[in-house]
C-alpha cells in the first residue's frame, strides 16, 4: 500500500478534504470526493465484487463509473455539454487522414 495524508499537510492552501497518494515518483489528489454509504441485497453485492474483479477496478471505481453513466442516460444536457466541450479537438492536429477519401473508399461497397 501507499502512504495517503491530507494534501494540506503537504500543502497549507490545499483545501482541508483533498487526499494525496504518495505513490513512486508521483502524486495524485483526490479532489472533491464527498463519502457515502449505500446498502446493497446479497445480489448486488456479489454482482459488484464480479464485476469489480473483472475489470480491475475497486468497487468504489465501478459504482462511480456506473452513476456517470446512468446520470449520462438522464441529463441530455451533461452529454451536449461533454459533446460542445469535444468539437474542434482534432482542429490542429498535423496527422489526420483525409476524412473523403476514406468515405469514398467505403462507397465503393
Request: aromatic content about 10%.
Amino acid at each position: 500500500t501507499f502512504p495517503l495524508w491530507f494534501a494540506s499537510e503537504m500543502r497549507p492552501d490545499a483545501p482541508p478534504h483533498f487526499l494525496a497518494v504518495d505513490i513512486p515518483s508521483a502524486v495524485y489528489t483526490v479532489c472533491c470526493m464527498i463519502r457515502t454509504q449505500v446498502y446493497l441485497t446479497e445480489e448486488e453485492s456479489t454482482s459488484l465484487a464480479r464485476i469489480s474483479k473483472s475489470l480491475g477496478h475497486g468497487k468504489s471505481e465501478v459504482i462511480r463509473q456506473a452513476i456517470d453513466e446512468f446520470i449520462d442516460r438522464r441529463d441530455a444536457n451533461r452529454r451536449l455539454r461533454a459533446l460542445r466541450s469535444a468539437r474542434g479537438m482534432w482542429a490542429d492536429h498535423p496527422n489526420l487522414p483525409d476524412a473523403r477519401k476514406i468515405r469514398a473508399a467505403f462507397d465503393r461497397f
